[in-house]
């Protein structure tokens, strides 16, 4: 059992989904780069640790979401006597929509929770072809839960939590598989509904791209 902090700030600003990218680097520069949470940089190159401060598209809002360390550190950006960013060429008015400040009991439970996973970047250029190789759909999806419970364990990880029951994922329903660019790459990004006995906050990032809003997880109603 863990408990961690999440802090959800929501901007009055409007930006697209692949304007995020910028959005997290403008966040980044404003917090003058004095926490590696910003930018999962460090002096040895980049730090593949999960990313305590996430940054999303949230009905077309600019949204920083802060876990743990990161509700620690998001005051590198605040203390700038002015907010506002740049972005794509016009400038953004960071006033605060929405602030959330709430915490969670991270544990494995003896129920199911639902969920759906929105541009959840599972494969990458190497496991790609696994993936495509499989012989059945369902194999498919077997590995993708695979896959899945794996992302949850590094998230698991990230927040210093040890996980101290078996994991179990199911996935329920592929709703759309698209291609997407994450750093110049072209990846597939799925749109699934699944289920797990680990509860996992609203809006959390699981897999790869999370910082750049990529496989956010929002709960659905039993």
């Known amino acids: 059992m863990k408990r961690i902090r999440l802090l959800k700030i929501s901007f009055n600003a409007l930006i697209k989904s ?11 520069e404003k917090a003058g780069n004095k926490s590696v949470l910003f930018h999962n940089h460090d002096k040895n ?21 802060c876990i743990d360390e990161g509700v620690d550190e ?7 006597k002015e907010w506002d960013i740049s972005i794509s060429g016009r400038r953004l008015d960071m006033s605060i929509e929405n602030m959330n400040l709430n915490t969670f009991t991270m544990q494995v439970w003896d129920k199911q929770w639902h969920y759906s996973i929105h541009n959840w970047i599972a494969l ?3 496991n790609v072809s696994v993936y495509n190789d499989k012989p059945t759909e369902k194999d498919k999806q077997e590995y993708l839960e695979r896959i899945l419970t794996g992302n949850i364990l590094s998230f698991a990880k990230g927040i210093n939590w040890t996980v101290d029951k ?6 329920q329903k592929v709703r759309n598989v698209s291609t997407v660019n994450l750093k110049g ?6 749109h699934l509904d699944f289920s797990s006995n680990v509860f996992l906050p609203n809006h959390i990032g699981l897999g790869k791209g999370v910082s750049h809003g990529y496989g956010i997880i929002t709960m659905k109603k039993n």
């Open 45 to 65: 190159g980049f730090n593949y640790r999960y990313p305590l401060i996430q940054y999303k598209s949230l009905r077309q809002h600019p949204v920083l979401l």
């Open 185 to 190: 790459n072209k990846l597939l990004g799925f």
């Open 74 to 80: 998001i005051h590198h950006f605040f203390q700038s």
């Open 166 to 171: 078996q994991i179990t994922t199911k996935i």
């Open 18 to 28: 692949y304007e995020i990218p910028a959005f997290r680097g403008a966040v980044a």
């Open 124 to 126: 990458n250029q190497k």
